[in-house]
């Protein structure tokens, strides 16, 4: 029941700032132009409970999946009608396209000032994924090892787009599962082409290689009495080698494990420092343990105010980016659909992101709003680019389009919005069935 209590409390948390931000951009603009409002509703349907004041019902509707502003007159002009000057179709083609276009536009700004106070407040990333994709460890009997991949290999660009770091590398990958690759690597002072075919991983279907950076193991935590702790190692300690060899992240572990009572030589970085120690793990069974808590090495990134905005734009373009050419792959059949999040996984996600507290909540209210804001420029009915490519036609015929012309437009984009929200509900209650897709068959 807390799980559920906390999942529903975070959904709303969530869609409550992405609804009001964005429908508060229509609602501003609207009042700056001099329209009417007549109705501020989080969610759709029913009204369920709200006020008026100074001529604007504001409430509260049954389906809490998005919101909308209903502005006097929208769409509902007759030819000959005597408007009144507060009427949305009193308004000129560009009055009517700022109303519109601000509701993406403030979840956009919402995105960008969010990533700016979180880059004051300062950051902590992987350090790995701002680094050059230079393969440091690939799991046997993978698609990367099946390639030939080799470690120190220098990952140049996958399938013709250059991969300058490796969160490159990850989002060319992750986004295409089964998929046969074309990777440019630079092997000692040899540039040459591998084709890598990738598995499909997780029940979001990632694409997954099975190569990993040079990722360092960085200590967490260290329990009280462990031999972590009777060796000198300390939290935020950086572990470079273990009996002499490199250790990455993946090995670390493995070589814990597999000396249980023997004594090891540490080489670990602390604060730019290194130390050498020396770590008996204790046997626990038939493995041995240290007590630590590791995680790959992280790096606190902090900007002060105007580079903190800066990051922030640059930042968001990638992500504008990286949404638009996901939307293509979908669409070409290279993404799958089950990498796709409807209401219930934001929730489950929102969620997550709550019990890791502020920053992470903040971290993902800025990410959804983000692409809130791009999707609502497709050129979609229903959506405001729908509203927008209207006006744009409205403009190339010098006319305005027929009421009965915006009636059909609006029907069909009802009818798209319904699918639409209908398909990627049933898309996140799939992903929880053993079957898929195929278990919502009733054949």
């Known amino acids: 029941m807390g799980t559920i209590f906390g999942t529903i409390l975070a959904f709303l948390i969530v869609f409550g700032i ?90 956009i700004l919402l995105a960008v000032v969010i990533m700016a106070g979180l880059n004051m407040v300062g950051v902590t990333t992987p350090r790995y994924q701002d680094e050059a994709p230079v393969i440091g460890w690939i799991e046997p009997d993978s698609p990367a090892a099946r390639a030939d991949l080799k470690p120190d290999d220098l990952i140049l660009a996958v399938n013709g787009r250059k991969t300058p770091t490796w969160n490159d590398v990850e989002i060319a990958v992750g986004t295409k599962p089964n998929r046969l690759l074309s990777l440019d690597i630079r092997r000692d002072v040899r540039v040459m082409e591998v084709p890598l075919t990738t598995e ?57 494990e597999s000396n249980p009572e023997k004594e090891c030589a540490f080489r670990v970085d602390r604060g730019g420092r290194e130390i050498a120690l020396s770590i008996t793990p204790r046997r626990e069974g ?9 995680t790959a090495q992280s790096v606190l990134k ?51 992101a709550l019990k890791m507290g502020f920053l992470s909540l903040m971290s993902w209210i800025a990410l959804i709003s983000l692409q809130l804001g791009i999707l609502n420029l497709f050129p979609i009915p229903v959506f405001d680019g729908g509203q927008i490519f209207v006006l744009a036609i409205e403009g190339i015929l010098r006319r305005d389009l027929t009421p009965k012309a915006r009636q059909i437009w609006m029907q ?25 897709w195929r278990s919502l068959l009733p054949f």
């Open 200 to 256: 499909s991983r997780t029940k979001y279907e990632m694409g997954y290689a099975g190569f990993f950076g040079k990722i360092l193991t960085q200590v967490q935590m260290v329990s009280p009495g462990s031999p972590a702790e009777k060796g000198g190692l300390q939290a935020g300690d950086v572990i470079l080698a273990i009996n002499g060899e490199p250790v990455y992240f993946y090995r670390f572990v493995e070589i814990i």
């Open 302 to 352: 902090k900007f002060a105010f105007f580079p903190a905005i800066g990051q922030s734009l640059k930042e968001n373009a990638r992500l504008t980016f990286l949404v638009i050419d996901f939307l293509k792959n979908l669409f070409t059949g290279q993404a799958s659909a089950k990498q796709l999040s409807g209401p219930l996984e934001i929730a489950n996600f929102s969620y997550a």
């Open 18 to 107: 992405l609804v009001f931000i964005h429908e508060f951009g229509h609602f501003f603009a609207a009042k700056l132009v001099g329209v009417r409002v007549e109705v501020f509703s989080f969610g759709y349907g029913k009204r369920l409970f709200g006020f008026k004041k100074s001529g604007t019902d504001y409430r509260i509707s049954l389906l809490p999946l998005g919101g909308y502003v209903k502005m006097l007159g929208e769409g509902l002009a007759e030819p000959g009608k005597i408007l009144e000057p507060d009427d949305f179709m009193a308004k000129n083609r560009l009055q009517r396209f700022l109303v519109f276009v601000m509701g993406p536009v403030m979840s």
């Open 412 to 436: 069909i984009g009802f009818a798209v919005f319904i699918l639409l929200i209908g398909f990627v509900i049933l898309n996140d209650i799939a992903k929880r069935l053993p079957n898929g």
């Open 286 to 294: 038939k493995v041995g343990k240290i007590g630590v808590m590791q």
